[in-house]
C-alpha cells in the first residue's frame, strides 16, 4: 500500500507537471516571465521548508513523537505547497491589472495556507493522537497570515528583476 | 521602469494577445510587462521594439528611479 502511494503519488504528480507544461506551451506560457516567477517560488519555497523545519524541531524539544518518515513526509508537502502557492501567487501578481482581482487572488491563496497548514496538523495529531499538534499549528499559521501582509510589499519591488 | 508598449499597442490597434504572439511569450507577460511589474530581457525588449518598428530606448524609459 505505501508502494502505491509512493510510486502512485509521484507518477500522478509527474503526469500533471507534464500535463501542465503541456498546456502552458501551447499557449506561449513558458516564457522568461515563466521562468522568473518559478525561479523565485522555488527560493521562497525554501524559506516556508525552512519554518516547517523549525516548528518540527520545536515540536521535538517538547517531547512530541513524529518519526523520521512522517517528518521528512510533512517536510516535502510543506515544501512543495510552498513552492505551488508562492508561484501562483507571484504569478497573480505579476498579471493582475485590477488591484481588487489581485487582493481577492492573495485572499484565497492565504486562506488556502492556512487551510492546508490546519488540515496538515490535524491529520497529523488524528495520527499520533497528540492534540497538542493541532494546537502547534497555529504558529505556521500566524506566519503565513504575517507573510500575506508582508509579501505584496517584496512581490513589488522583487519582480522588477527581469533576467 | 516605465514604457510606452500599451501606447504603442493601442496606436496599431493590436490586441494584448496579438502582441504576445508576435514576440512569442504569453498574454499575461505582456500584461506584466506594460504594468511595469517586470522589466524583460534584452533580447525580449528586442524583440519588442522589432514588432513596433522602434529602439529599445524610444519604448523603454530608463529614469533615475532605475539607478
Known amino acids: 500500500m505505501e508502494y502505491a502511494g509512493l510510486l502512485g503519488g509521484t507518477a500522478l504528480g509527474l503526469m500533471g507537471w507534464l500535463l501542465g507544461r503541456a498546456a502552458a506551451r501551447k499557449k506561449g506560457g513558458l516564457d522568461e516571465v515563466h521562468r522568473h516567477v518559478w525561479r523565485r517560488a522555488r527560493s521562497a519555497s525554501w524559506y516556508v521548508t525552512l519554518i516547517a523545519i523549525y516548528v518540527l524541531l520545536a515540536l521535538g524539544l517538547l517531547?512530541?513523537?513524529i518519526g523520521l518518515v512522517p517528518a521528512l513526509a510533512i517536510l516535502m508537502l510543506v515544501h512543495l505547497a510552498g513552492w505551488s502557492v508562492s508561484g501562483a501567487w507571484f504569478m497573480a501578481a505579476m498579471a493582475e491589472g485590477d488591484p481588487a482581482e489581485t487582493r481577492r487572488t492573495?485572499?484565497?491563496?492565504?486562506?488556502?495556507?492556512?487551510?492546508?497548514?490546519?488540515?496538515?496538523?490535524?491529520?497529523?495529531?488524528?495520527?499520533?493522537?497528540?492534540?497538542?499538534?493541532?494546537?502547534?499549528?497555529?504558529?505556521?499559521?500566524?506566519?503565513?497570515?504575517?507573510?500575506?501582509?508582508?509579501a505584496p510589499r517584496l512581490t513589488n519591488k522583487g519582480n522588477r528583476s527581469g533576467t | 521602469m516605465k514604457n510606452k508598449i500599451r501606447e504603442l499597442r493601442t496606436e496599431r490597434g493590436m490586441t494584448q494577445e496579438q502582441l504576445a504572439k508576435a514576440v512569442g511569450v504569453s498574454r499575461q507577460s505582456v500584461i506584466a510587462i506594460e504594468n511595469g511589474k517586470y522589466d524583460p530581457s534584452l533580447e525580449l525588449a528586442y524583440r519588442i521594439a522589432k514588432t513596433f518598428g522602434k529602439s529599445i530606448e524610444e519604448i523603454f524609459l530608463f529614469g533615475e528611479e532605475n539607478r
Do not use: C, K
Request: aromatic letters at 16%; proline letters at 2%.
Open chain 1, 63 to 65: 517531547d512530541v513523537e
Open chain 1, 106 to 150: 492573495r485572499l484565497l491563496l492565504a486562506a488556502f495556507i492556512g487551510i492546508a497548514i490546519l488540515t496538515g496538523f490535524a491529520i497529523v495529531s488524528a495520527l499520533t493522537g497528540n492534540w497538542l499538534f493541532f494546537l502547534f499549528s497555529l504558529v505556521p499559521v500566524f506566519f503565513s497570515t504575517l507573510l500575506m501582509h508582508v
